[in-house]
């Protein structure tokens, strides 16, 4: 039990913040409409041509977001734009500067400008969006030197070139026809080409030969484009191999939707006049920052903030709009004076939504699994006074009390006088007096003889356990006395006994610690008040009695409460330091897999205990389901709904893994999320159920410690660790090359390399194309449920000694339909007629019922304390757009919560030390375990008129 504990919580606690979501990659980010804008003295004349689509970079603003009609209807069809979008012209860069490289490379300072062409450029692209090719320098410098030109923004596109570097620039080519292959750096396999031989994304990949002869490598390393691209009619030499070996052209467009190869500089023949040339890739990315040591010329300190868009486009997309451009130079030239035709562009972001409903859901269900979680926690003391109320009613059960405070103070604090009303000082008073539980013998003896007759020598040999907890005449209940009266109810002194009901033989209950154990068998038989004689048999049954009632109390099985693992504060210390070790363990290790295959183990485990057994103990009924199967001793005892359980959960979690296994993001996938969320349920009903706290002490010092361990790994960490070593973890460490898993997700190197830890609750965005995640780890479920999880005992113990309370002072219980005798039954007769509740007054009293108990006890407040700070963690996250440790906020919000409760209720020194309400409480729940022994012990065991009790 302990060591499932310690890995549980293991588990969870790298999980333990609230991470702002992760969106799909590789998907077009932003819009681009294409117009011709042709004007003259007769007007203006726009004419919508096309829209492409874009990524956007990581260093650099977006346009301004489109409206989401926009999504299908381009904006660029208006002539007239919203006032938040513009049109902007297109151009090239300068003709002395054609990829916006020679600041990267040391030529000329657009900054400050030096000589002729500098002073020239500068300006050139004012309020223009430039179009410029990849390549030579990063994305980075490209858009700085856009920016010093006055561009309003720019578009990189992707080109053959580009994937070719000379090693060597400045090196001269003698012969155009036979370069120096080897000062060439080619391009690289799987990054740049696919030759078909490996399992890529849609069967994508093919390989060509091409004659050497027939490129052009001038200027070096290559400058050919054209006879690269496109089919057989366009003149690409590797569309011409590909239909000379029989393919057609739509088998071509499907293995090589780019339409264009590269030279990857292997020779087919020995004389290199024949190369192999493979399928290029061409797929949108997000342009990335060059980083603090970038390698150009540009100081650092001289780099500014870049504040313009940066869009990439495919090389499809980009030279489409490149050739637009040039016809409408080309158009211009021979247009009269005064007509002007150019390009513009209407640029905006995809419109996603600014607030995700899955957000509300994501909280709702966090909330609703520390509900039930916590609730769960303390239902055995409902289920106890579920089972005492039903002995209490068959008579089974009968309690007196013997109270350690004055008698003339207990009549009026619990047992006498008026009715006291449900507050926390009639529990406290309750607290304070001792349960005198007796178990009633039987109308009639062993040898027929009535009770009567019997009488006298019951009420001499009643007895009670704690010799210092002396009742006085008034206070105790004997069951054996005579005819009971009209207004008997069951559980009280003068309950009616059903001789076919009550068959008891020598039981007792417990006392909670030894020195009541060993009271029992040292309580003598008890003399005759009124004679005082003592009688030897009656003395020699009462001391068999005492022995029976000791054994069975020293051998009872532990009660709920006491099979649960407690942490102490030692094990606060301890979880923390173990939680540390762990999450470095991860952030330096790639353990996913593992993780993720413990996790889905034990997910099941849980979903069997928690979910299936209570279904198919209530579905499958039969006899033959509940018997134990006969199986070898090592596999322990299981029933045929054990074997069921177990099967159906792990057949459930074994997909689960196989899917992690087999997918980039296996998230996307609908029933890995939700059945992650069910095991991460799951999981917190059954830590939260076998983890307890009994002290807000240690519940103070374990939030403390784990507040400041969410701050140290998420905000401190970076500065040790470089990246923040808590989100790091949660995102599933180190993953494979994103661009490299979108192209070959099958690779073992990218399944599940993009999915986080599994440790959370997740829910995917709604409506919005990024296709995204809203997380919560369970440690922020967890951690916290700890505290309300004592806070919901603590309720359930005063429920349940208020109740045995109730029992004992003769008020009667209203839960039952048996109170109601013969007297009642004639009253009930003569009252007006009372119709039943409608469903929408029973939905209006229980929703009343519902508001008023959150303002009661201290579960109430802290549920509602709890979604508090976990809905201002997800503003923070709203807020800031970056991820937050909710345990900031929710720790805070717990804790002062339940201080502020206690110190109104001037409780907060018991809570702080242990309540003795809850250790009064589970000594009823011990009692409540026993009743089937008794009801068991009753029908078989030889009849007796001597009845038993204890001081519970």
Not at 219 to 235: I, R
Not at 635 to 655: E, Q
Not at 836 to 863: C, D, E, H
Not at 891 to 920: E, H, I, N, Y
Request: glycine fraction near 8%; charge should be negative.
């Amino acid at each position: 039990m302990a060591a499932s504990t310690v890995v549980a919580l293991w588990l969870l606690s790298s999980g333990a913040a609230l991470f702002a979501p992760f969106a799909k990659a590789y998907t077009p980010t932003a819009y681009l409409d294409i117009r011709r804008t042709h004007s003259n003295v007769g007007g203006v004349n726009i004419e919508y041509l096309f829209r492409i689509e874009a990524t956007e970079s990581d260093f650099a603003p977006q346009p301004p977001k489109g409206h989401r009609s926009y999504n299908t209807n381009p904006l660029g069809k208006s002539s007239q734009l919203p006032s938040a979008y513009s049109s902007f012209p297109v151009d090239e860069p300068p003709a002395s500067d054609l990829l916006l490289c020679n600041e990267a490379n040391g030529i000329s300072n657009y900054l400050n400008p030096v000589g002729t062409v500098d002073v020239q450029d500068v300006g050139y692209l004012y309020k223009k969006y430039v179009l410029v090719p990849r390549g030579q320098c990063s994305f980075e410098a490209k858009a700085r030197s856009a920016q010093r030109l006055g561009a309003a923004g720019i578009m990189i596109f992707n080109t053959l070139e580009s994937r070719y570097e000379a090693i060597d620039p400045n090196k001269e080519y003698t012969d155009d026809s036979h370069p120096d292959w080897g000062n060439i750096q080619w391009p690289e396999d799987r990054a740049d080409y696919e030759c078909g031989d490996r399992p890529a994304r849609d069967g994508i990949g093919l390989r060509f030969e091409v004659q050497t002869s027939s490129l052009h490598w001038t200027p070096p390393p290559y400058a050919d484009n054209n006879l690269m691209s496109g089919w057989v009619n366009e003149g690409s030499w590797c569309a011409k191999d590909f239909e000379s070996k029989g393919g057609t052209a739509d088998e071509f467009r499907k293995a090589c939707p780019s339409e264009r190869c590269l030279v990857t500089g292997k020779n087919v023949s020995d004389d290199g006049s024949v190369m192999e040339a493979c399928c290029a890739w061409d797929i949108p990315i997000t342009m990335q920052s060059d980083g603090i040591d970038d390698g150009d010329a540009v100081p650092q300190s001289e780099e500014e903030k870049i504040v313009i868009p940066v869009l990439f486009l495919t090389m499809d997309d980009g030279e489409m709009l490149n050739q637009v451009i040039l016809d409408a130079m080309d158009s211009a030239n021979l247009e009269g004076l005064g007509d002007i035709t150019y390009i513009s562009v209407v640029p905006y972001a995809r419109w996603y939504p600014e607030f995700h409903y899955s957000t509300i859901v994501l909280w709702a269900m966090a909330v609703f699994t520390l509900w039930i979680s916590c609730y769960e926690s303390a239902s055995e003391y409902r289920k106890s006074w579920k089972n005492i109320n039903t002995a209490l009613n068959e008579g089974l059960l009968v309690f007196s009390r013997s109270s350690v405070i004055p008698s003339s103070h207990l009549a009026s604090a619990v047992g006498g006088g008026r009715e006291r009303t449900d507050t926390d000082e009639t529990v406290d008073l309750a607290e304070d007096v001792e349960l005198e539980v007796e178990m009633p013998a039987t109308n009639v003896v062993g040898n027929g003889e009535s009770v009567s007759q019997h009488n006298d020598v019951a009420q001499d040999s009643n007895f009670q356990i704690d010799e210092e907890c002396e009742p006085n005449a008034d206070d105790t209940l004997n069951a054996a006395t005579a005819t009971p009266p009209d207004n008997a109810f069951p559980g009280s002194r003068n309950s009616n006994i059903d001789d076919d009901t009550l068959h008891t033989d020598a039981e007792s209950v417990f006392s909670e610690t030894v020195e009541r154990m060993d009271a029992i068998g040292a309580v003598g038989p008890t003399t005759d008040g009124a004679s005082g004689t003592s009688s030897n048999a009656q003395g020699e049954q009462l001391q068999t009695q005492r022995v029976n009632a000791q054994s069975l109390l020293r051998s009872r099985p532990p009660t709920a409460s006491e099979r649960r693992v407690e942490l102490h504060a030692m094990h606060a210390f301890f979880f923390v330091l173990c939680a540390s070790a762990f999450l470095l363990l991860l952030f330096f290790f790639n353990l996913f897999k593992l993780v993720t295959v413990a996790y889905g183990l034990g997910g099941s485990s849980c979903m069997s205990q928690i979910i299936f057994q209570p279904l198919y103990t209530r579905v499958l009924k039969e006899k033959h389901f509940q018997k134990e199967i006969k199986l070898p001793s090592f596999l322990g005892r299981w029933t045929a709904i054990d074997v069921i359980s177990s099967l159906s959960a792990y057949s459930i979690g074994i997909v689960w893994i196989v899917i992690a296994f087999s997918s980039v993001q296996p998230l996307y996938s609908t029933y890995y999320w939700v059945v992650q969320d069910v095991m991460g349920v799951s999981y917190c009903i059954f830590v939260l159920g076998i983890i307890q706290i009994n002290t807000i002490m240690v519940g103070t010092i374990l939030l403390a410690l784990v507040f400041f361990y969410d701050i140290f790994y998420v905000f401190i960490s970076p500065y040790i660790f470089g990246t923040s070593v808590m989100v790091d973890v949660a995102m599933g460490g180190k993953h494979g090359d994103p661009a490299f898993c979108y192209k070959y997700p099958s690779d073992y190197r990218c399944t599940g390399s993009q999915a986080p830890l599994p440790m959370m609750l997740v829910f995917p965005w709604l409506l919005d194309y990024r296709e995204g995640f809203s997380m919560i780890g369970l440690g922020d479920i967890v951690l916290p449920g700890l505290l309300i999880s004592f806070a919901a005992r603590y309720d359930g113990a005063k429920f349940l000694t208020r109740k045995c309370s109730e029992a004992s002072s003769g008020v009667p219980n209203q839960t039952s339909d048996d109170n109601v005798d013969e007297g009642t039954e004639a009253v009930a007769d003569d009252m007006e007629y009372t119709p039943p509740l409608t469903r929408k007054q029973v939905i209006i009293n229980n929703s009343w019922a519902f508001l008023k108990g959150l303002k009661k006890g201290y579960f109430g407040p802290m549920m509602v304390a709890y979604a508090i700070g976990l809905s201002a963690a997800y503003v923070a996250v709203y807020g800031m757009q970056r991820g937050q440790p909710a345990l900031l906020y929710i720790v805070p919000a717990c804790l002062l919560t339940m201080f502020a409760l206690g110190m109104r209720k001037r409780q907060l020194s018991d809570l702080w030390g242990g309540p003795k309400v809850m250790r009064k409480a589970n000594r009823m729940v011990a009692l409540a375990d026993k009743i089937p022994e008794f009801r068991a012990a009753a029908a078989t065991a030889p009849r007796s008129n001597l009845p038993q009790s204890a001081v519970v």
